[in-house]
């Protein structure tokens, strides 16, 4: 019988990738809605090329707009808006799976919605895991909501893991790879430009996970991501920059055994293997060529020129609404670096000096912890604009 799934985040990157692994199994796997966050005529052009029933866009104000760009098509696709309408998606329990794939913090009330529906997540979104910390892990646990990571390191992980007892992986310890970014030998960062911060060594991705893989913040979401997916204390997640990007992290067991899962860096595979767990399905990957391939190397992360990755793991220390704090900061941070607005070696400060001026205990609800992710980015951007002045 044929299944059907939702995609969030449907005209970006990841998003992109689903559908194109999605139209190699059309016999199986049927879109039924798809969103995105205010392209619509990107979002009207993917459900024409996949045949979704519905299509939202996050901003209200372009639901009219939307359904132009659908009905100019010829297609019958119903248009949708507003952050309800993504939840709803989210959400829908005539969906057999939810690729979460927004950029952002945005993407929580949507994470949140597909837990509380016991939906089959495959998750992409790592800001809604780090700023739901707890939460989210307990509402995805108490509904019977599953998860399957499409973030690359995290997907590995969890085929690592996949035949692990829970006594094995008591003890087991998590290596998270890094591929160091575009700075990696880089010792001055002072003159960082907004297009080298903006091309990965290995992987082609949206504009603020490329951001971030440059500055590290990308490798600090990931611990505090894996720190709640896995069930692991960050004392048992260590990170190690391996520039080949050929494994995508790796599980070490007690009796000195090493799990890793190795692949070309394609995005496709990790999106495959969420999708058709515990089935292996087609990709559109290229195999790994183990007699053709260069040399795997791998050194310690440098935490004084990259101090975001030590903060991550500071405030996965601190709990409480620390993690929510730096998300917000450097989404904040980002955002003003790719306007242009700071320099790059900002991005850290700011989040550093919005840590020590907000604290927030654990919050109780996804609108408390949107509420501690707004006060949070209204202190980073008051930083921002006072160091303009
Ligand atoms: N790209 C990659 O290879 C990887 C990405 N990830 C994670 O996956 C997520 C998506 O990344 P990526 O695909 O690169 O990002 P992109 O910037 O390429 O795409 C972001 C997507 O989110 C949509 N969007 C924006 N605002 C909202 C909103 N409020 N609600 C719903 N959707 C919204 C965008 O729509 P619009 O086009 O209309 O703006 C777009 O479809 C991120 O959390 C990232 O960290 C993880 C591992 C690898
Ligand atoms: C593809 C993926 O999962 C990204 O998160 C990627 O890992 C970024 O690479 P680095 O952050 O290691 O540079
Ligand atoms: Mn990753």
Not at 14 to 34: K, M, N, P, Q, T
Not at 265 to 272: E, N, S
Request: proline share 5%; hydrophobic share 45%.
């Amino acid at each position: 019988m044929t299944k059907t799934v939702n995609i969030l985040g449907a005209t970006g990157s990841i998003g992109r990738s689903a559908l194109d692994v999605l139209s190699r199994h059309r016999g199986e796997w049927r879109v039924r809605a798809i969103a995105s966050g205010s392209r619509v005529r990107e979002l009207a052009e993917a459900a024409a090329a996949c045949g979704a029933e519905a299509a939202a866009v996050a901003d209200p104000a372009l639901k009219d707009a939307l359904a132009a760009e659908l009905r100019a098509r010829g297609l019958a696709t119903e248009a949708l808006a507003g952050p309800e309408a993504l939840c709803t998606i989210a959400g829908d329990r005539g969906a057999d799976a939810v690729v979460l794939a927004a950029s952002g913090a945005a993407g929580l009330p949507q994470a949140f919605a597909a837990a509380r529906a016991g939906r089959r997540m495959l998750l992409a979104n790592k800001e809604s895991v780090v700023c739901g910390g707890a939460l989210l892990q307990s509402e995805i646990r108490r509904h019977g909501a599953s998860v399957f990571p499409v973030d690359s390191e995290h997907s590995a992980i969890f085929q690592c893991l996949a035949a692990a007892t829970p006594g094995q992986r008591a003890s087991a310890v998590i290596w998270l790879t890094c591929s160091g970014g575009p700075f990696r030998t880089r010792l001055d960062l002072s003159n960082v430009t907004i297009e080298e911060a903006s091309t990965h060594p290995r992987w082609k991705m949206g504009r603020k996970i490329t951001v971030d893989s440059a500055t590290l913040m990308n490798k600090g979401l990931e611990v505090i991501e894996a720190r709640w997916l896995f069930d692991i204390p960050a004392e048992r997640i260590r990170v190690v920059v391996h520039p080949e990007s050929v494994i995508h992290s790796a599980v070490a067991y007690c009796d000195g055994a090493v799990m890793a899962e190795l692949g070309v860096p394609d995005m496709r595979t990790p999106i495959a293997v969420a999708l058709a767990w515990p089935q292996r399905i087609e990709s559109g990957a290229q195999p790994l060529d183990l007699l053709h391939m260069k040399p795997l190397t791998f050194e310690a992360p440098d935490t004084q020129r990259f101090p975001l990755l030590a903060m991550a793991y500071e405030a996965l220390r601190e709990g409480g609404g620390a993690p929510i704090v730096l998300n917000a900061a450097n989404e904040v941070a980002v955002e003003a670096f790719l306007g242009g607005r700071i320099p790059f070696l900002s991005i850290a400060e700011v989040c550093r000096r919005t840590l020590e001026q907000v604290h927030f205990g654990s919050p109780d609800s996804p609108e408390e912890i949107l509420e501690d992710d707004r006060r949070a980015r209204e202190a980073a951007r008051g930083l921002i604009d006072s160091s303009l002045r």
